[in-house]
Nanobody
Framework: QVQLVESGGGLVQPGGSLRLSCAAS????????MGWYRQAPGKQRELVAT?????NTNYADSVKGRFTISRDNSYVLLQMNSLKSEDTAVYYC????????????WGQGTQVTVSS
Protein backbone atom coordinates (compact mmCIF):
# COMPACT_ATOMS: atom_id res chain seq x y z
CA GLN A 1 0.00 0.00 0.00
CA VAL A 2 1.40 3.35 -1.07
CA GLN A 3 1.48 6.02 1.60
CA LEU A 4 2.74 9.58 1.53
CA VAL A 5 2.55 11.12 4.99
CA GLU A 6 3.23 14.83 5.42
CA SER A 7 4.24 16.50 8.65
CA GLY A 8 5.72 19.76 9.87
CA GLY A 9 2.93 22.19 9.13
CA GLY A 10 1.66 24.73 11.60
CA LEU A 11 1.23 28.38 12.44
CA VAL A 12 4.17 30.72 11.89
CA GLN A 13 4.62 34.47 11.81
CA PRO A 14 5.53 36.29 8.60
CA GLY A 15 9.26 36.04 8.01
CA GLY A 16 9.48 32.78 9.89
CA SER A 17 10.49 29.30 8.75
CA LEU A 18 9.01 25.83 8.63
CA ARG A 19 10.27 22.51 7.37
CA LEU A 20 7.81 20.08 5.85
CA SER A 21 8.55 16.38 5.63
CA CYS A 22 6.95 13.68 3.50
CA ALA A 23 7.55 10.04 4.37
CA ALA A 24 7.00 7.70 1.45
CA SER A 25 6.30 4.00 1.79
CA UNK A 26 5.05 1.26 -0.51
CA UNK A 27 6.97 2.58 -3.54
CA UNK A 28 10.48 2.20 -4.89
CA UNK A 29 11.45 5.72 -3.94
CA UNK A 30 14.36 6.00 -6.36
CA UNK A 31 11.98 5.39 -9.28
CA UNK A 32 9.77 8.36 -8.47
CA UNK A 33 9.96 12.07 -9.08
CA MET A 34 8.69 13.87 -6.01
CA GLY A 35 7.03 17.21 -5.45
CA TRP A 36 5.19 19.58 -3.19
CA TYR A 37 1.98 21.30 -4.20
CA ARG A 38 -0.29 23.63 -2.28
CA GLN A 39 -3.89 24.72 -2.31
CA ALA A 40 -5.16 27.88 -0.70
CA PRO A 41 -8.85 28.39 0.11
CA GLY A 42 -10.83 29.13 -3.03
CA LYS A 43 -7.86 28.50 -5.30
CA GLN A 44 -6.64 25.66 -7.47
CA ARG A 45 -3.86 23.38 -6.39
CA GLU A 46 -0.51 24.71 -7.63
CA LEU A 47 3.00 23.41 -7.95
CA VAL A 48 5.47 24.59 -5.32
CA ALA A 49 8.59 22.56 -6.06
CA THR A 50 9.65 19.28 -7.62
CA UNK A 51 12.73 17.10 -7.45
CA UNK A 52 13.50 14.34 -9.91
CA UNK A 53 14.83 10.93 -9.04
CA UNK A 54 18.22 12.26 -10.10
CA UNK A 55 18.01 15.30 -7.85
CA ASN A 56 17.14 18.03 -10.35
CA THR A 57 14.88 20.67 -8.84
CA ASN A 58 12.25 23.06 -10.09
CA TYR A 59 10.45 25.84 -8.23
CA ALA A 60 7.45 28.07 -8.70
CA ASP A 61 8.54 31.65 -9.28
CA SER A 62 6.71 32.72 -6.13
CA VAL A 63 8.96 30.59 -3.88
CA LYS A 64 12.33 30.78 -5.64
CA GLY A 65 15.06 31.84 -3.27
CA ARG A 66 12.90 31.13 -0.22
CA PHE A 67 12.04 27.41 -0.42
CA THR A 68 14.35 24.45 -0.87
CA ILE A 69 13.27 20.93 -1.79
CA SER A 70 15.45 17.91 -1.06
CA ARG A 71 15.17 14.15 -0.86
CA ASP A 72 16.92 11.56 1.26
CA ASN A 73 16.13 7.86 1.49
CA SER A 74 12.34 7.76 1.51
CA TYR A 75 11.79 11.35 2.62
CA VAL A 76 11.11 14.54 0.73
CA LEU A 77 11.73 17.76 2.60
CA LEU A 78 10.61 21.30 1.92
CA GLN A 79 12.51 23.98 3.81
CA MET A 80 10.47 27.17 3.78
CA ASN A 81 12.10 30.44 4.80
CA SER A 82 10.94 34.05 4.77
CA LEU A 83 7.34 32.92 4.83
CA LYS A 84 4.62 35.29 3.68
CA SER A 85 0.89 35.38 4.35
CA GLU A 86 0.31 34.29 0.76
CA ASP A 87 2.11 31.02 1.49
CA THR A 88 -0.84 30.01 3.66
CA ALA A 89 -2.28 26.81 2.20
CA VAL A 90 -2.59 23.08 2.58
CA TYR A 91 0.64 21.54 1.32
CA TYR A 92 0.54 18.17 -0.44
CA CYS A 93 3.29 15.69 -1.19
CA UNK A 94 3.23 14.10 -4.65
CA UNK A 95 4.99 11.11 -6.20
CA UNK A 96 5.11 10.41 -9.95
CA UNK A 97 6.62 7.26 -11.41
CA UNK A 98 9.48 8.05 -13.80
CA UNK A 99 8.33 7.37 -17.35
CA UNK A 100 4.74 6.68 -16.23
CA UNK A 101 3.13 10.07 -15.56
CA UNK A 102 -0.28 8.46 -15.08
CA UNK A 103 1.03 6.65 -12.03
CA UNK A 104 0.95 9.25 -9.29
CA UNK A 105 0.12 9.44 -5.63
CA TRP A 106 -0.85 12.17 -3.20
CA GLY A 107 -0.56 12.62 0.52
CA GLN A 108 -3.35 13.89 2.75
CA GLY A 109 -1.81 17.34 3.15
CA THR A 110 -0.54 19.47 6.00
CA GLN A 111 -1.80 22.95 6.86
CA VAL A 112 0.61 25.88 6.81
CA THR A 113 -0.69 29.17 8.17
CA VAL A 114 1.40 32.33 8.04
CA SER A 115 -0.10 35.00 10.24
CA SER A 116 0.82 37.48 12.92
Amino acid sequence: QVQLVESGGGLVQPGGSLRLSCAASGISFVLYNMGWYRQAPGKQRELVATITSGGNTNYADSVKGRFTISRDNSYVLLQMNSLKSEDTAVYYCNAVRVGMPWLRYWGQGTQVTVSS
